[in-house]
């Protein structure tokens, strides 16, 4: 600045000499006020300015402008401007209003708007500055801007019609989907009333609903009305119109919503047609018609047909159930027909029962029923068409008589007899026999047809069979039938055609042919003792094998334990010891699960997967252990589906696979896994395969014969000879095949089938938390193994858990139900004496229904049964953190009642 004219003593006086009104409007001015002199120094600051850029007055006053508010890039030009301004009286920002950037104290950059006014005074050159912070007002601009562009787009490409329309009713913008609805475009609904293409019908509904909201009776009008679509078709909508209002509540526009319901307009109409029509059907029947509650039984509409029968009037008998109505002795038999219906076992039945009329006589009655449900499958009411057989059965007792004879053989016959009607197949009488060995009742076996004793896989041939009956005797051969209690009964059957109780029926006479099958069955057991018998050798090789390598581990637990105890005698650290002898319990807990897989005996968790996501998901894992001699190629459909399987367990077939390939391989080769599709190769149904194909040295028809045997191997000195064995167990556990083809010389092709299924694979399980959180519930330990239980017992009291310790399932029922606290967990071993865990949970379960239950075991037994399905499994054998951490997310997990 020191080429600027020095300022003159008036100068610096300048605004001193301000009158007391001038000054009082610098300091209450809204805006941010600053002068300074010709050399560019500060005179006047004012407290907006302090406010706006954080400087106080008399930090600034007397000191350069250039150095508080001018942001650095800005300050050369500054300074050049004030020059040319005193050396020509020029300007080019001066006395008009412009935008530019300042700074304020803590450095932040900022828009502001500028006017700057210059005067001359005797002094020199004075400029005074006002100065409006403008970054609010132009972020709330640009906020506007971007909302009113969202409500736009919203609007045009709302799914629904939406439209803008005048407090007259006049369109001012629609949208698409609007414009859609009705035929038209967009531009030839705009200016258009909305009367125009309203429904005569209608106008008047539209007009009250404006009224009433104009009134302030409604906030947004909503109605259903037509509108003409431009082909002259009616469209039916849901209508929402609300006002938009100013500031000051001045109506500007109404926004309307539109929803096209025709389609259900016209649904709803066919349903009521539909239900005038069945109500007139139903109350002009010649036959009785009675609507009933599935819940109770309760008569809820009868037509005038069934009054008439029944001798009441239709007031009386909607305060009556149908057991009410009907004879006791028919009771029973119309009530099993119904729990029939509700279980699903069929739709429709029939039966003949006996009605009480008013005056107390009875009217025999054929009914047919059908249970109608909602769309949720839940029982609504029962339909009964009832036709009145009173005079036939007047006949039918005649003939009673000549039927006496009969009916003691039947009934004395020591063999199983029934009669069933040839048509519907239902059971007309069954004899004493029939009753003891099959173990219905005759109220039971009159609610079934023939057809409910059979077992699904003989129904075809049964009703193909059906076809030649003649009114002859006929023998049929042995068939299966089933008995009450669930169990097979195998008898032969001979039938004859006879005139039953005015039926055309079936006479059966069975045979029980139990003895008989216990010959054969023994026959077959003398046969197995001698194919087991040549199973032995297999089994010595796999006694030798599991001997072998559990006693290595053995070995290294043992000696490792004596290091271990002799170091912690002497009190040395022995971290190396205790990582060899966990090293060798999980090499052993490896070697049980592989044993487990081969004999199918593992507990699989099985799910959706994508068998394309697996093999791809392991591809790095298997380049790393193949090698880099050997090329891994993938060849996998796209559209071969689904498989349920256990997905630890199918990455273990792939690796197996894959790591057998390349052993087959010393010096290199190429390994190709391929995906497909296949029905009907292997057996019924539509199947998934996997092929794993190397080029390796193959194997010889004597190699193929052993190859899924246990601890068999033909890499001496290496493997333990279990990877073929446990995925052959694997796979046949998961319900599918495998097949090999080799050729000395020519490489080998394994190929697993496994059964498509439908659904979509399952997510991924979430990752378990890096350490197990204490607890405070109480859990109760069933486990007959009394060194785990103390075990187990000793880890949750450590964190903090209440434990109740049973050593067999009655000491753990007898806890359950007598324990005054809440039990929170059960954990139990699968297999337990006398009663199995899944059996001790259920019975846990009714005492404590809201316990959640976690099973554990090292192996799965027959005798055990199946876990729940979605039952939470510990496997044996586990670590502490492994127990703490399992059951922590056990109790975490949601209710799922029983065992889940």
């Given at each position: 600045m020191s080429s600027l004219t020095p300022p003159t003593p008036g100068t610096r006086r300048a605004w001193q000499?301000?009158?007391?009104?001038?000054?009082?409007?610098?300091?209450?001015?809204?805006?941010?006020?600053?002068?300074?002199?010709?050399?560019?120094?500060?005179?006047?600051?004012?407290?907006?300015?302090?406010?706006?850029?954080?400087?106080?007055?008399?930090?600034?006053?007397?000191?350069?402008?250039?150095?508080?508010?001018?942001?650095?890039?800005?300050?050369?030009?500054h300074l050049a401007g004030l020059r040319k301004f005193l050396q020509t009286g020029e300007g080019p920002i001066l006395s008009r209003r412009f935008e530019t950037r300042a700074v304020r104290k803590d450095g932040i950059s900022f828009l502001v708007e500028l006017t700057v006014i210059p005067e001359s005074t005797p002094g020199g050159w004075i400029f005074t500055a006002f100065l409006r912070d403008i970054s609010e007002r132009l972020r709330v601009d640009a906020a506007l801007r971007e909302s009113e562009e969202r409500f736009r787009n919203a609007f045009l490409?709302?799914?629904?019609?939406?439209?803008?329309?005048?407090?007259?009713?006049?369109?001012?913008?629609?949208?698409?989907?609007?414009?859609?609805?009705?035929?038209?475009?967009?531009?030839?609904?705009?200016?258009?009333?909305?009367?125009?293409?309203?429904?005569?019908?209608?106008?008047?509904?539209?007009?009250?609903?404006?009224?009433?909201?104009?009134?302030?009776?409604?906030?947004?009008?909503?109605?259903?009305?037509?509108?003409?679509?431009?082909?002259?078709?009616?469209?039916?909508?849901?209508?929402?119109?609300?006002?938009?209002?100013?500031?000051?509540?001045?109506?500007?526009?109404?926004?309307?919503?539109?929803?096209?319901?025709?389609?259900?307009?016209?649904?709803?109409?066919?349903?009521?047609?539909?239900?005038?029509?069945?109500?007139?059907?139903?109350?002009?029947?010649?036959?009785?018609?009675?609507?009933?509650?599935?819940?109770?039984?309760?008569?809820?509409?009868?037509?005038?047909?069934?009054?008439?029968m029944i001798g009441r009037e239709e007031a009386d008998l909607l305060r009556l159930t149908f057991v009410d109505l009907t004879f006791p002795e028919d009771r029973e038999e119309s009530l099993l027909m119904v729990k029939r219906l509700k279980d699903g076992t069929r739709e429709s039945s029939d039966l003949v029962k006996r009605y009480l009329k008013a005056d107390g006589g009875v009217v025999w009655c054929e009914v047919t029923v059908t249970l109608v449900r909602d769309t949720a499958g839940t029982p609504l009411h029962l339909v009964a068409q009832v036709h009145d057989i009173s005079r036939r059965k007047l006949a039918e007792e005649a003939l009673r008589g000549s039927e006496k004879t009969y009916r003691l053989l039947f009934e004395d016959n020591p063999n199983p007899m029934w009669v069933y009607d040839a048509k519907s197949l239902q059971f007309l009488a069954v004899n004493e026999a029939?009753?003891?060995?099959?173990?219905?009742?005759?109220?039971?076996?009159?609610?079934?047809?023939?057809?409910?004793?059979?077992?699904?896989?003989?129904?075809?041939?049964?009703?193909?069979?059906?076809?030649?009956?003649?009114?002859?005797?006929?023998?049929?051969?042995?068939?299966?039938?089933?008995?009450?209690?669930?169990?097979?009964?195998?008898?032969?059957?001979?039938?004859?055609?006879?005139?039953?109780?005015?039926?055309?029926?079936?006479?059966?006479?069975?045979?029980?042919?139990?003895?008989?099958?216990?010959?054969?069955?023994?026959?077959?057991r003398s046969e197995a003792q001698l194919a087991q018998a040549a199973k032995m050798e297999a089994v010595g090789r796999l006694a030798g094998g599991v001997a072998h390598d559990l006693n290595n581990l053995l070995t290294i637990i043992q000696g490792y334990g004596q290091l271990l105890s002799r170091k912690m005698a002497r009190g040395e650290a022995a971290a190396n010891e205790l990582d060899e002898i966990r090293g060798a319990a999980q090499r052993g807990n490896s070697l049980t699960q592989q044993l487990l897989a081969f004999s199918r005996r593992q507990v699989l968790r099985p799910k959706v997967v994508d068998l394309n996501a697996t093999v791809a998901a392991m591809d790095q894992l298997m380049h790393r252990v193949i090698g880099e001699n050997i090329d891994l190629v993938a060849s996998l459909d796209p559209g071969i589906g689904r498989v349920l399987a256990d997905p630890g367990q199918l990455d273990q077939v792939i690796l197996n696979l894959a790591l057998n390939a390349r052993d087959a391989m010393p010096a290199g080769g190429r390994i190709t896994i391929a995906t497909g599709a296949s029905r009907g190769e292997v057996a019924e149904g539509e199947w998934v395969t996997l092929a794993v194909t190397d080029t390796g040295s193959g194997m010889d028809a004597q190699t193929l014969s052993h190859i899924f045997e246990p601890f068999f191997t033909t890499k001496e000195g290496r493997g333990t000879g279990l990877g073929l064995a446990t995925v052959y167990g694997i796979v046949e556990q998961s319900g599918g095949h495998i097949r090999v083809a080799s050729e000395p010389g020519q490489g080998s092709t394994f190929r697993i089938f496994l059964p498509r299924v439908s659904g979509?694979?399952?997510?991924?399980?979430?990752?378990?938390?890096?350490?197990?959180?204490?607890?405070?519930?109480?859990?109760?330990?069933?486990?007959?193994?009394?060194?785990?239980?103390?075990?187990?017992?000793?880890?949750?009291?450590?964190i903090g858990y209440t434990v109740l310790d049973a050593e067999d399932p009655g000491q753990a029922l007898q806890l359950a139900q007598s324990h005054p606290r809440p039990i929170h967990l059960l954990l139990t071993d699968v297999v337990m004496p006398r009663i199995s865990g899944p059996e001790l949970a259920r019975g846990v379960s009714a005492a404590r229904p809201d316990a959640r239950i976690l099973f554990t075991s090292g192996h799965i037994n027959d005798s055990a049964g199946t876990l729940p399905p979605g039952a939470h499994f510990l496997h044996k054998p586990f670590t502490d953190d492994l127990l703490a951490r399992r059951v922590r997310e056990v109790l975490d997990s949601p209710a799922r009642g029983g065992t889940a």
């Open positions: 000499n301000l009158g007391a009104h001038a000054q009082s409007i610098l300091e209450w001015a809204l805006d941010a006020v600053i002068s300074i002199d010709q050399r560019g120094k500060v005179l006047a600051w004012n407290p907006q300015a302090e406010h706006i850029f954080g400087w106080k007055r008399d930090e600034v006053v007397g000191r350069p402008l250039h150095e508080s508010i001018i942001p650095a890039a800005d300050r050369d030009s490409h709302a799914g629904t019609g939406m439209t803008l329309t005048s407090l007259d009713g006049r369109f001012l913008q629609v949208n698409r989907a609007f414009a859609d609805m009705l035929g038209y475009t967009e531009l030839e609904l705009v200016g258009k009333l909305f009367n125009d293409i309203t429904h005569p019908e209608d106008l008047q509904v539209g007009l009250d609903a404006i009224a009433r909201q104009r009134a302030g009776e409604i906030a947004t009008i909503q109605i259903q009305k037509r509108y003409l679509h431009r082909d002259g078709r009616t469209v039916w909508v849901d209508l929402s119109a609300t006002v938009t209002r100013d500031d000051k509540g001045v109506p500007l526009y109404t926004i309307v919503q539109i929803q096209d319901i025709t389609r259900r307009h016209l649904a709803e109409e066919a349903l009521r047609a539909s239900e005038d029509r069945f109500r007139t059907a139903f109350q002009l029947a010649p036959i009785g018609m009675v609507l009933t509650s599935a819940e109770d039984g309760r008569l809820l509409q009868v037509n005038r047909a069934f009054c008439r029939a009753v003891a060995i099959y173990g219905y009742t005759r109220a039971e076996f009159r609610a079934m047809t023939i057809k409910d004793i059979r077992p699904a896989g003989e129904l075809p041939a049964f009703l193909a069979a059906r076809g030649g009956i003649r009114p002859r005797f006929q023998n049929h051969g042995e068939w299966t039938h089933r008995k009450k209690d669930g169990g097979d009964l195998r008898v032969e059957v001979s039938t004859h055609m006879i005139r039953f109780e005015g039926h055309e029926a079936v006479l059966a006479m069975l045979r029980d042919t139990t003895e008989r099958r216990r010959s054969v069955e023994a026959l077959k979509d694979p399952a997510p991924p399980a979430a990752a378990a938390p890096a350490a197990p959180r204490r607890g405070t519930e109480t859990i109760l330990v069933a486990e007959d193994e009394p060194r785990v239980r103390a075990l187990v017992v000793r880890v949750l009291r450590e």
